[in-house]
């Protein structure tokens, strides 16, 4: 993407306050803005877990959900949403459910880079193989829902944070998923 993208600042309470640019936003005193993830499923009930780019600001090389983005001003959250599904993971998603509408945190790298979002959580289907952006995702696996609970659980410093807490209260990771693709 070769033009300045943008985010959408927001005050405490959620109201847009304005935009900046988002190369200016990620840095060590992050201004709350407005973000989304996504779990994507497939037809055998697994969930896409990808690992970042190493070269990415936040969190390089860090295994976290499927994928997450920036809505841009003006530009509804669920038309993001299928908007970074294919441009990260190159992946046309279906059946997408807004599962934590009010999920938010405020998290510090290694480096001192802080994320401070309000991310609405989506979970979504596919029936396609990724076609990873090598610029955003180093790498991608299919897993149960269960044994990616059980590692966040176990080693909750080897993924992202947000991953680690949307993991705590999405149903997706409780036995058995509640998100099943039909047979």
Not at 24 to 31: E, F, I, L, M, Q
């Amino acid at each position: 993407m070769s033009e300045t993208e943008y985010v959408v600042l927001l005050d405490d309470w959620g109201n847009e306050i304005g935009t900046a640019p988002k190369a200016s936003v990620h840095g060590t005193d992050t201004a709350l803005h407005l973000a989304f993830s996504c779990h994507v499923v497939n037809a055998d009930g697994q969930v896409l877990v990808t690992r970042r780019a190493l070269d990415k600001k936040t969190w390089p090389g860090v295994w976290t959900n499927s994928f997450c983005g920036h809505p841009g001003p003006a530009e509804p959250v669920l038309q993001a949403v299928h908007r970074r599904a294919a441009f990260e993971v190159g992946l046309t998603i279906s059946d997408v459910e807004l599962a934590l509408p009010l999920f938010r945190y405020r998290a510090v790298d290694a480096s001192g880079i802080v994320e401070h979002e309000i991310c609405p959580v989506y979970v979504a289907r596919t029936h396609e193989e990724p076609r990873l952006n090598p610029s955003e995702v180093a790498e991608s696996r299919w897993v149960d829902p269960a044994d990616l609970a059980a590692a966040l659980e176990a080693t909750p410093w080897a993924f992202s944070p947000w991953l680690v807490l949307q993991a705590q209260q999405l149903h997706l990771f409780s036995s058995p998923p509640a998100i099943r693709a039909a047979s």
